[in-house]
């Protein structure tokens, strides 16, 4: 099974697992729900709770984090500081990622230790506000690192 199949399966699982609201997911179908205030507040929790799956627990077979940006913060000894649900809602953010953005920050005196549990573990540092978004998943949190 692909990765990519593989982390959709995971999300699919995410989604019905904690009941999220599946009908919210199909506004995304919806031509123009960006532009609904509506449709991006029903939008917003479930597009922020898969997300935090998407880059906390979802992994390639090798352990590390499917998305490439993640991947090249975290090794260089960032952390998950926000997911932002309705971050990016310009023709290119939506068609790329639904509007979605992440940030990732920088402290200089935790940059070294985190690369080194990242690079070591494959642990992913994330602000407790990211890893709160994984819900109830109490497994899946325990699995992050907070700061």
Do not use: C
């Amino acid at each position: 099974m692909p990765v990519e199949q593989k982390a959709i399966d995971e999300i699919v699982n995410e989604v019905s697992r904690f009941g999220t609201d599946i009908k919210a997911l199909a506004l995304l179908d919806e031509p123009g729900w960006e532009q609904r205030e509506e449709a991006r507040t029903a939008l917003a929790p479930t597009i922020g709770a898969l997300a935090a799956h998407y880059f906390l627990v979802a992994k390639s077979p090798k352990g590390r984090p499917l998305d490439p940006v993640a991947r090249f913060h975290l090794g260089n000894g960032a952390r998950l500081e926000r997911i932002n649900p309705m971050g990016d809602l310009s023709p290119k953010g939506i068609a790329q990622a639904a509007g979605l953005m992440v940030n990732y920050r920088y402290v200089l005196a935790d940059i070294e230790k985190n690369h080194e549990t990242f690079a070591a573990k494959g642990d992913i540092v994330a602000s407790a506000a990211v890893k709160k978004l994984l819900r109830g998943d109490a497994a899946a949190r325990a699995l992050v690192t907070t700061k």
